[in-house]
């Protein structure tokens, strides 16, 4: 029992570190223009598939493919920011829940035509990074997609409080109204940084693609952890997230072998309604912006 704890737990570390990831791309877009954002999960499941054509379209190495996905995933989030966000900016929440989920929709509509609600999946294997402990083998794959996603945020962390675009998106995530009183252009801050969220959020598709099948409708799962990550890591905070994905993945790793897995979102959604009680803030809440 101990070793299938011990191997439960690390798994559980290895998979919070990609929902970590995955919330990032939510709470960034929060922290910095108070817009949540439903198109996450359909923005998750088109990393998922831009994965799939990539490797059987063009043949590319399923991790050399995050590259551009990456870099398609955040110039489509410029232009959904241009095109159905940036008029809403400032308006109700409703509004821009409205407008998120539009595209969401879209999205998923257009997939569904497409690929239909068929699983998919991508054939990738790294045995020579397994680790097999007493009958319980953690597959290299899950190494590999955890490291990537710490390397992902350690980037992301990098561009945040280390180059002038990190200091100009925290400076209007502060107070919006002094950035542009300072010269800072809010508006292309603002599509940068939602480009960036929609990014990180594709990045997070592929590397969940590499573990697991997937449909176009499977980024909806990753979305409501998402929420429950960043409610855990407080709401707006990129670090907070990722550490609030290690914590979930905990506490899925850590209940795996003595509850049905049909009870794990029972657990998440209870743990996030107490946390919304009693810490508003979140469990883990930093005042990343303000650094």
Do not use: C
């Amino acid at each position: 029992m101990i070793f299938d704890l011990t191997a439960s737990v690390i798994n559980g570390v290895l998979v919070g570190a990609i929902y970590g990831l995955a919330a990032i791309g939510l709470t960034l877009i929060f922290g910095v223009m108070n817009v949540i954002n439903l198109m996450h999960g359909a923005t998750i499941a088109l990393g998922m598939f831009s994965l799939y054509l990539l490797t059987t379209a063009v043949g590319l190495n399923p991790y050399l493919a995050i590259v551009p996905v990456l870099l398609g995933g955040f110039v489509f989030g410029v232009l959904v920011y241009w095109i159905a966000v940036h008029r809403v900016i400032g308006s109700s929440d409703l509004m821009t829940l409205l407008a998120t989920f539009a595209v969401n929709m879209i999205i998923i509509g257009v997939g569904t035509a497409v690929w239909t609600t068929s699983p998919y999946n991508v054939d990738v294997s790294v045995p020579q990074l397994a680790i097999s402990m007493h009958g319980y083998t953690i597959p290299g794959t899950q190494i590999v997609a955890a490291v990537l996603a710490v390397i992902l945020a350690t980037l992301l962390y990098g561009l945040l409080y280390h180059t002038r675009l990190g200091k100009a998106i925290r400076a209007v995530a502060n107070n919006r109204a002094a950035a542009e009183l300072m010269g800072i252009n809010t508006r292309w801050v603002l599509a940068i940084s939602f480009g960036i969220g929609i990014a990180v959020a594709a990045g997070a598709g592929v590397l969940i693609a590499t573990l697991f099948p997937f449909t176009i409708l499977s980024g909806a799962n990753y979305e409501l952890k998402s929420f429950v990550v960043v409610v855990l890591g407080g709401l707006g905070d990129p670090a907070g997230a990722m550490l609030g994905g290690i914590v979930l993945g905990l506490i899925e790793g850590v209940t795996a072998p003595f509850v049905n897995v049909s009870w794990t979102p029972v657990i998440e959604f209870t743990l996030f309604v107490i946390i919304l009680v009693l810490f508003p803030a979140g469990l883990l809440a930093f005042k990343w912006g303000r650094k």
